[in-house]
Structure formats: structure tokens, C-alpha cells
């Protein structure tokens, strides 16, 4: 796994890019994603969304991505499953 890599789904149809790298293996919807595009479409998946434009990250092992396209989830590296980031609120100029 290297920074900017993308990583696909195959159990659903979301799409990450890592931002920060890490060696763990890294799930989405019970299934580990894979480096390449599924040729069938994915289907399945939990409750628990991944949401398109949001950051994950794993803090045990310091892994961050970037979700580009939206889908089931929950993403999980190595297992544990992976925390989105708040957005911290900037300082208003008044």
C-alpha cells in the first residue's frame, strides 16, 4: 500500500485513496479491497455507510484515506474498524 494508490471494493461499491500509508490489510464490507476495479458490479454490504469526500483513518496503525465514491461499508484495517474524522471548524474572520 503507497500514498495516493487507489483501492476498490469488492463488496460494494466504494472507492478509497490512501493518504497516509500503512502495512495492514484493509476491508470494506467484510471483504478485502483490491487494487483494481471489480468487473461485476458489487452488491451487499452493512448498515454502516463509507462516505463519499470523507477521511478514515486507523489510529493503531496510522492509516488514513480518502473515500472518492460513496458505498456500504464499514472499512476496517487489520480488523479494527476505521474511525471517520471530524472536520475542525476554522476560525471565522470577522
Do not use: F, H
Amino acid at each position: 500500500m503507497t500514498p495516493g494508490q487507489r483501492l476498490y471494493s469488492a463488496s460494494s461499491t466504494a472507492e478509497v485513496i490512501v493518504v497516509k500509508a500503512a502495512s495492514v490489510e484493509l476491508a470494506c464490507a467484510g471483504e478485502p479491497m483490491l487494487a483494481t476495479r471489480p468487473e461485476s458490479a458489487p452488491a451487499g454490504g452493512s448498515d454502516t455507510p463509507v462516505l463519499l469526500g470523507k477521511r478514515y483513518s486507523d489510529e493503531a496503525s496510522g492509516l488514513l484515506v480518502l473515500c472518492t465514491k460513496g458505498g456500504a461499508g464499514p472499512l476496517a484495517a487489520d480488523g479494527r474498524t476505521m474511525n471517520e474524522l471530524q472536520t475542525q471548524a476554522l476560525p471565522s474572520s470577522d
